[in-house]
């Protein structure tokens, strides 16, 4: 979805509104907003083009590059909505509430756009609660993005949110045809080590596989990464994958027969991702001839 220009025009006419100072109370509630950087997955770089001997390359592993990406650059659109909020001054202040708006969309003509977020507690910490809101002019409002958050800010707690592209297409709002048509549901975790993101797409968006997926990243840059590909023969695949900061790694690869059947097999790869170890029982994975399979190094767990 194209949220850039919406997102701009949304700040041009808060700031038109705006005036005055921030106060820290508002900085407190932006702070519990999602960024991009708290959502981000971050898998190991690739250096050069590798030059892999028998196997080839891992393309679990690509694959889950490619997934990366593609769920980063889903996040980031979702996310450069919100990042225009912390850019103009609230039009309503009380103790415990923040409102933004209503203020005209002017990408779509008759649509309206309002940001409201409270304020609870639980023992020493803050919740805040957010709505990103929409509806024809006049109308009653949708909600585009809601969620919550707790913690004192979004680099330490734990919070979720809701984008719903349904609400959109009802609206006449979606731009894109990579758009997911279900809701996308996430959910992320700061307060420690590992930080954790879960990704639920209920439908095929961004590119990628409709799929529930999870990341976990420890601060030594080693981690995990569950997620889904078709394969070149239509298959979808289910991956957990273990990888070291290095970027080698180990994958469980579970593949969904046409009557729902489920066989898998294990594959390693080195730090070029070229692959070295297969165990497959089944010869479901096309590389190993015959009852034969690479039999080299994996990565410690």
């Known amino acids: 979805m194209r949220w850039v220009n919406r997102a701009a025009v949304l700040a041009a006419a808060l700031a038109l509104a705006g005036c005055g100072t921030w106060s820290n109370e508002d900085i407190a509630f932006v702070e519990a907003l999602p960024t991009s950087q ?35 650059a889903g996040v980031d659109a979702m996310i450069v909505l919100v990042d225009a909020v912390k850019s103009v001054l609230p ?45 024809p002019r006049g ?34 709002m979606n731009d894109s045809a990579t ?16 930080r954790t993101i879960a990704l639920q797409l209920s439908q095929d968006g961004f590119g990628v596989t409709a799929f529930d997926y999870g990341y976990v990243a420890f601060a030594a840059g080693q981690g995990q ?40 097999y294990d594959q390693c790869w080195d730090d070029a991702s070229c692959i070295t170890n297969v165990r497959d029982p089944f010869g479901i994975s096309g590389l190993c001839q015959g009852a034969t399979c690479p039999a080299g190094a994996c990565p410690p767990p």
């Open 38 to 72: 708290a959502l981000r997955l971050a898998l190991p770089a690739q250096g050069a083009q590798p030059l892999c001997a028998g196997l080839g390359e891992s393309q679990v592993w690509l694959g889950a590059r490619r997934t990366g990406d593609g769920l980063n």
């Open 225 to 264: 990464f569950s997620f889904a590909l078709t394969d070149a023969q239509s298959r979808t695949l289910l991956i957990d994958a273990d990888f070291t900061a290095t970027g080698s790694g180990h994958a469980r690869v579970t593949v969904l027969g046409p009557n729902g059947g489920r066989l898998a």
């Open 91 to 135: 039009t309503e202040r009380h103790e415990d509430r923040r409102v933004w708006g209503p203020f005209d969309d002017g990408k779509h003509p008759g649509r309206e756009i309002r940001v409201t977020m409270t304020r609870d507690r639980a023992g020493d910490l803050p919740i805040y609660h957010y709505a990103f809101e929409a509806r």
């Open 179 to 194: 758009d997911p048509t279900g809701d996308v549901a996430v959910t992320y975790d700061r307060t420690g080590d590992p």
């Open 139 to 172: 109308g009653a409002f949708q909600s585009v993005i809601d969620g919550s958050f707790t913690g004192a800010s979004a680099r330490s707690g734990h919070g979720q949110f809701t984008l719903r592209f349904p609400v959109l297409r009802a609206l006449g």
